[in-house]
């Protein structure tokens, strides 16, 4: 199991497109992924329990995979965060 | 054959058959089921057939209309992607024995109230209206109900609809939306303008029953005498395939206008502009020969976005409109916002009386930080250009000069940082009828006057001009309403300050010839109205109409008799 912190530093928090395209890279791996954010926790794959959450700025959240490709998911999540401007 | 009658709110005409944008019944009852997996099997079905429409539709909006209108279908397929809903769902077809519209719709209610309830959020507030969307359209394919789609549309079709929003229209494919038929609004509803700008033969305010008419009905739209016929003979059919020609023939022959300078048949020169909103309704203005732009709606750069636009998006957008009208004049009115333009992410609190609440250029003042970002913009478009700005919603003398001061103190921060500035005219749209009552005393402080009649007569009558059941009294020819506006041009010219006018009367033929015996210098319309008013202008000796003028300010006492002076006035002699 992997596990990884991230400071969400978006004004925006997580919505809109990058909440669909942190979904989307979550989907292409086996492993099971979970966002973790003020003691809940959802299906990274579920765009609506993303949604749901709603994350905003300055919010820490925690992502943990577990699976055969864990690293690699975390690693494609975090180039994701990263990309989309979501975490610095 | 059945006939109908309606508002005529676009020019044109239209045959094609009847497709019914309409709510489908998707009402359901709760069932106990006994084979669960063969429910779910036809959840399943649903689902998919559900998903394929939607890259269908997708795709469409993608070619035909863009990326932006696109997004809104790419959310919902990956709402019915979902890993989690789909699972509670169909968990919970097996171990409540429920039928599958009864789960989904509980599932996915849940998720609504979730996002109805994050009251911070404004943006997961509208996601909600994405799930409702999303899971009708599953519910209609589980219950075998057709849904309408304006995106699948494939042949020439008028459009049946109580109401069109905007979300409809971004959808409609121009080569197959041919007429459209409406229940709702006037002439000034928003199904109205839009079939305008879109150029599309339009009747609204249908005063028949839009039930009457099936999916698949021939129907005639006339949209330039309100008519509608069902199921037309084969003579009525080609009388209106012969009108049709006629019109066409025209409106080729008003294209010699084009070009042309409005002139009276005595050689009086008032100005035809156009009234526009977005850079692609600056197209059709010029094409249709404008001599200037008297109304740009800014609101809509604040409406297409779910955020404020910045500065230089501004800025881009009113640099390329003067750009492209190449030194012609261009008025902007700054956002009229607020009040029924709702926009989310400025969290107005909802009113009671919208129209006479929080809005326009009152919203401006108490938010100038808003509006000091546009006036910024514009000023360093007016380098480009001919740029004038005018403030909506003015009601006192006050108001004006507080927005001036705003103004020129933004404008003396450029040009201390050297930024080149042009020579902008400030002035007011006179719509309250506290502002047309003291224009004379406005005429002192500004460089011009428009006259917004939309709300003006809306507020001289008392008569929301959306409410059907009173639009008779929305009355442009009220004697009531044009002493005011007669008032309003005298005060002008006794100041020496033009007067123009930019609501839909400015385009209405029967209102010209009156407006050319007032002296209004500057007349500005949808750009599909300029060159028959240019046309009809080039008829009109303006001393004659001075005497038609006097005589609907005097002597009249209704709008009957108002028209009866205008037909009186036009018959040659």
């Known amino acids: 199991m992997e596990k990884r912190q991230y ?82 | 054959m059945t006939k109908f009658k309606g508002i005529a709110a676009s020019d044109g005409i239209a045959i094609a058959s009847a497709f019914r944008l309409t709510e489908p019944d998707l009402s359901f009852n709760k069932e106990t089921i006994k084979d669960s997996d063969a429910e779910i099997a036809r959840l399943n079905q649903a689902i998919e057939v559900s998903k394929q429409e939607l890259r269908t539709i997708q795709q469409r909006t993608l070619k035909d209309l863009g990326r932006h209108e696109a997004e809104v279908f790419k959310a919902h397929i990956a709402i019915l992607s979902d890993p989690e809903l789909l699972k509670r769902i169909k968990t919970m077809i097996e171990t409540r024995h429920v039928n599958a519209e009864y789960a989904l719709k ?89 079939s305008r700008t879109m150029e599309i033969p339009a009747v609204v305010g249908f005063q028949g029953s839009l039930a009457d008419i099936k999916d698949g009905d021939p129907v005639i739209v006339d949209g330039l005498t309100g008519n509608v016929i069902v199921k037309p003979t084969a ?19 008003l294209g010699a206008f084009r070009n042309a300078a409005t002139t009276s048949s005595d050689g009086k020169h008032p100005i035809i502009a156009a009234n526009i909103g977005t850079l692609d309704d600056l197209q059709a203005a010029i094409d249709n020969g404008a001599e200037g732009i008297g109304l740009f709606r800014t609101e809509f750069l604040y409406m297409d976005s779910d955020k404020l636009p910045s500065e230089e998006a501004q800025f881009n957008v009113y640099k390329t409109v003067v750009q492209k009208m190449a030194g012609k004049p261009v008025i902007f009115r700054t956002a009229d916002i607020g009040g029924d ?101 406005f005429a002192n402080v500004v460089d011009f006057m428009s006259i917004g009649t939309n709300d003006l007569i809306q507020y001289v009558m008392a008569a929301d001009r959306g409410n059907r059941r009173i639009s008779y009294l929305y009355q442009p020819y009220n004697p009531a309403v044009l002493r005011l506006i007669k008032s309003v041009i005298d005060a002008c010219h006794d100041n020496g300050t033009p007067a ?60 009957q008799q108002v028209l009866k002076y205008v037909h009186q006035a036009l018959e040659k002699p």
Request: glycine content about 6%.
């Open chain 2, 106 to 194: 509980n599932v996915s209610d849940s998720y609504i109230q979730i996002f109805n309830s994050m009251t911070d959020n404004d943006y997961l507030k509208q996601r909600s209206t994405d799930i409702k969307d999303v899971m009708k359209r599953v519910l209609s394919h589980l219950l075998g109900v057709p849904l309408s789609d304006p995106a699948l549309i494939d042949h020439q079709v008028i459009i049946i609809a109580h109401d069109l929003t905007p979300s409809d229209t971004a959808q409609f494919v121009p080569n197959y939306v041919k007429g459209i038929v409406s229940d709702m609004g006037g002439r000034t509803s928003h199904s109205a303008i839009m």
């Open chain 2, 235 to 253: 003579d009525e059919r080609q009388a209106y395939h012969e009108k049709q020609r006629q019109y066409q023939q025209r409106n080729e022959q």
């Open chain 2, 341 to 441: 333009k709702d926009l989310p992410y400025l969290h107005t609190p909802h009113e009671a009386n919208p129209f006479l609440g929080y809005r326009a250029i009152r919203m401006s003042l108490d938010q100038p930080d808003v509006f000091r970002t546009q006036l910024r913009a514009l000023i360093r478009a007016s380098a480009f250009g001919n740029l004038s700005i005018m403030f909506p919603m003015i009601a006192t003398v006050t108001e004006f000069k507080h927005a001036k001061r705003i103004f020129e103190d933004e404008r003396t921060k450029l040009v201390a940082k050297d930024i080149p500035v042009g020579n902008i005219k400030l002035g007011i749209m006179v719509e309250v009828p506290a502002a047309a009552l003291l224009a004379d005393q």
């Open chain 2, 500 to 559: 123009y006018m930019c609501g839909e009367m400015a385009g209405d033929q029967k209102a010209i010839p009156i407006l050319v015996g007032m002296g209004l210098n500057e007349f500005s319309m949808s750009a599909t109205s300029i060159l028959k008013s240019r046309a009809l202008i080039k008829e009109l000796d303006s001393r004659e109409m001075v005497t038609l003028a006097n005589k609907t300010v005097s002597l009249a006492s209704t709008s």
């Open chain 1, 7 to 88: 400071n969400i530093t978006a004004e925006t928090g997580i919505h809109a497109r990058p909440a669909t395209l942190l979904v989307q890279t979550a989907s292409k791996f086996n492993s099971d992924i979970t966002l973790e954010y003020q003691e809940k926790s959802v299906n990274l794959k579920s765009i609506m329990g993303v949604m749901s959450l709603g994350v905003g700025q300055s919010a820490s959240v925690t992502i943990t995979a577990d699976g055969d490709d864990e690293k690699e998911a975390l690693d494609a999540i975090t180039e994701t965060m990263k990309s989309e401007g979501l975490t610095d």
